[in-house]
């Protein structure tokens, strides 16, 4: 990064680890923008930010709602792409195959849109970081879905590292971290999980998304990292 005060915008901002990358980045030199689709759950992550970040709601599945959105932010730095999904889990034999197509829609999807948007105001010395995960990485039963859909990210960072140069292209790949992603599970069910994982990883715990966000912080302020896969799993790929 530079002496100038540097502008990151964060999409899907407003919980977990968009949230948390915002918490990291914010401060002298850097100035930041998140965004979420829930007006009220946008405010809240505001609140939480002392009101020292920019924020803006609208739905990044909707293409005319991001292309509306880049058009009014005008030009900025760095780009962190952080809208994601829970379709695709689930064994292959009775998985649903149209919940891979809409793992797609409402994760893959909007990043790649959020990106094309972007790049007539993006800075070209900047940097992209998507946002992906370990089940593209690992031979585990019951990932082959959303392990595909996030494959699909981890495939095209550095193809586009090369195809937008010298614009920066990254992505990170979280493991099993507690961030609200998990809901989905009742509360002893999450906890009976996150303690499996722990005892698997070599680190002994599962991730905070305080962890991942300095992998992000890491990709957006190092100028000679393009084109790379930077896990941030606690070792759980070498277990699983």
Avoid at 61 to 69: A, G, I
Wanted: glycine share 12%; with cysteine.
């Amino acid at each position: 990064m530079t002496d100038r005060t540097e502008h990151t915008v964060i999409i899907g901002g407003s919980s977990g680890i968009g949230l948390a990358t915002a918490r990291k980045l914010l401060g002298p030199g850097m100035k930041v923008t998140i965004t979420g689709r829930n007006q009220d759950k946008l405010v809240g992550a505001w609140k939480s930010l002392s009101g020292a970040a920019d924020k803006a709601a609208f739905d990044a599945s909707k293409p005319d709602d991001v292309r509306q959105f880049f058009e009014r932010l005008g030009p900025f730095d760095h780009l962190v792409l952080a809208a994601s999904g829970g379709k695709g889990l689930g064994p292959f034999e009775t998985l649903d195959l149209a919940d891979i197509a809409g793992g797609v829609d409402e994760k893959v999807r909007p990043q790649l849109s959020c990106l094309q948007a972007a790049l007539p105001t993006l800075n070209k010395s900047g940097s992209v970081t998507f946002i992906s995960a370990v089940s593209a990485q690992v031979a585990m039963p019951g990932v082959a879905g959303i392990g595909a859909i996030n494959g699909m990210l981890l495939t095209v960072a550095p193809i586009l590292a090369m195809e937008l140069k010298p614009l920066r292209v990254n992505v990170v790949a979280p493991g099993v971290i507690d961030t609200p992603w998990w809901g989905f599970l009742p509360v002893e069910q999450r906890q009976a999980v996150f303690a499996e994982y722990a005892g698997k990883t070599p680190v002994g715990r599962i991730g905070r998304a305080e962890d991942v966000a300095s992998a992000i912080a890491f990709l957006v302020s190092n100028s000679f990292m393009t084109g790379q896969v930077l896990t941030c799993d606690g070792g759980l790929r070498f277990a699983a």
